[in-house]
Nanobody, 124 residues
Framework: QVQVVESGGALVQPGGSLKLSCAAS????????MAWYRQAPGKQRELVAG???????TYSDSGKGRFSISRDNAKNTVYLQMDSLKPEDTAVYYC??????????????????WGQGTQVTVSS
């Protein structure tokens, strides 16, 4: 029904930059809030940044000032620009898309859809 695919993860040196992308596709009627989460080994998944359908944004303390979230509504895509990366940013980054999906001719389901994750490793 909905496919969410992240890309852009890589190995980068401390202080470097990386831009993640996440595209949603399928029987989408509308896309609502979109967000990036991350999960480091042995830790719980945590919110990194979120963006509402109208464009308002929120950031975790760890990403504030270094990360920037944006979206392209025409492409159902959300981006995460990460600058001044630190080793503690190493994690699998997941995209969550809130969307309304056409289930049948008469039914629409609204829910959250997750991608499979993309690995970001910050190391020298």
């Amino acid at each position: 029904q909905v496919q969410v695919v992240e890309s852009g993860g890589a190995l980068v040196q401390p202080g470097g930059s990386l831009k993640l992308s996440c595209a949603a596709s399928g029987s989408i009627v509308s896309v609502n809030a979109m967000a990036w989460y991350r999960q480091a080994p042995g830790k719980q998944r945590e919110l990194v940044a979120g963006i509402a359908s109208g464009g308002s944004t929120t950031y975790s303390d760890s990403g504030k000032g270094r990360f920037s979230i944006s979206r392209d509504n025409a492409k159902n895509t959300v981006y995460l620009q990460m600058d001044s990366l630190k080793p503690e940013d190493t994690a699998v980054y997941y995209c969550k898309v809130g969307a309304s999906v056409q289930i049948t001719q008469w039914a629409i389901r609204t829910g959250d859809y997750w991608g499979q994750g993309t690995q970001v490793t910050v190391s020298s």
